[in-house]
């Protein structure tokens, strides 16, 4: 028998848990556009290869908002679970950390590695 892939609601809440591992606090409005951002991304990974062309507007439209405002917000998240997320959950996931020291990863490589690890674990 296949096995069958996981309905939308348990890839919101496997996304919703791995980025709380990440240290992303969900008061932050970049918390939903990252979320958003992720299960789009795992569905279809052309959109990571243009994120502000692609992947932004789209959340934007479905957010009521600006594509410049989910970027920063989307960057705003990022930089915040970079600084007090979990380094051990980071290396696993990047192969880095801050403790490393290295720079944070970019909001398309950071959406990106979470958009594979989703469709790796789908």
Same mark, same amino acid.
């Given at each position: 028998m #296949?096995?069958?892939?996981?309905?939308?609601?348990?890839?919101? /809440?496997? #996304?919703s !848990?791995?980025?709380?591992?990440l240290g992303?606090?969900?008061?932050? %409005?970049?918390?939903?556009?990252?979320?958003?951002?992720?299960?789009?991304?795992? *569905? &279809?990974?052309?959109?990571?290869g243009? #994120?502000?062309?692609l +992947?932004?507007?789209?959340?934007? /439209?479905?957010?009521?908002?600006?594509? !410049?405002?989910v970027? /920063?917000?989307?960057?705003?998240?990022?930089?915040?679970?970079?600084?007090?997320?979990?380094? &051990?959950?980071?290396?696993? +996931?990047?192969?880095?950390? %801050?403790?490393?020291?290295?720079?944070?990863p970019?909001?398309?490589?950071?959406?990106?590695?979470? *958009? &594979?690890? #989703? %469709?790796? &674990?789908?």
């Open positions: #296949v096995a069958e892939k996981k309905s939308t609601v348990e890839m919101e /809440r496997y #996304v !848990q791995l980025m709380l591992e992303i606090p969900a008061h932050l %409005r970049g918390y939903y556009y990252l979320r958003e951002a992720v299960l789009l991304s795992a *569905a &279809d990974m052309e959109l990571v243009s #994120v502000t062309k +992947l932004y507007p789209v959340i934007a /439209r479905a957010y009521k908002t600006t594509l !410049q405002r970027e /920063r917000a989307i960057r705003n998240a990022i930089e915040v679970s970079w600084e007090r997320g979990n380094p &051990d959950v980071f290396e696993e +996931l990047f192969g880095f950390s %801050r403790l490393t020291g290295s720079a944070r970019t909001n398309s490589e950071y959406i990106a590695r979470i *958009a &594979d690890k #989703v %469709r790796m &674990d789908a």
